[in-house]
Nanobody, 113 residues
Framework: QVQLVESGGGLVQAGGSLRLSCAAS??????MGWYRQIPGNDRELVSS???????RYADSVKGRFTVSRDKAKNTVYLQMNRLKPEDTGLYYC?????????WGQGTQVTVSS
């Protein structure tokens, strides 16, 4: 059974930083993604990383977010710097493309202006 557990969210002022973690169990995904959802919007892909280490970023976070992966721990991280109020949302990890029934609870990121 696949389980994804996100952590590390919180409340931060604009310009601040947070580091999100996603611990996966039950399988190893070739490519892992970080997604975020803002109320009223569709879930969007923020970043992804493959087992080879290929990284992808949404234009809105390029230069500010860095994704990394610890294969031994089957854990993916998202270092978020220079946060903006528009980064506020519920952040999830999943495979990329996502597995429909594998969404975790997510971790809330709130950036105050």
């Amino acid at each position: 059974q696949v389980q994804l557990v996100e952590s590390g969210g919180g409340l931060v002022q604009a310009g601040g930083s947070l580091r999100l973690s996603c611990a996966a169990s039950g399988t190893i995904f070739v490519t892992m993604g970080w997604y975020r959802q803002i109320p009223g919007n569709d879930r969007e892909l923020v970043s992804s990383i493959s087992l080879r280490g290929d990284e992808r970023y949404a234009d809105s976070v390029k230069g500010r977010f860095t994704v990394s992966r610890d294969k031994a721990k089957n854990t993916v991280y998202l270092q978020m710097n220079r946060l903006k109020p528009e980064d506020t949302g519920l952040y999830y990890c999943n495979s990329h493309p996502p597995m429909k029934n594998s969404w975790g609870q997510g971790t809330q990121v709130t950036v105050s202006s």
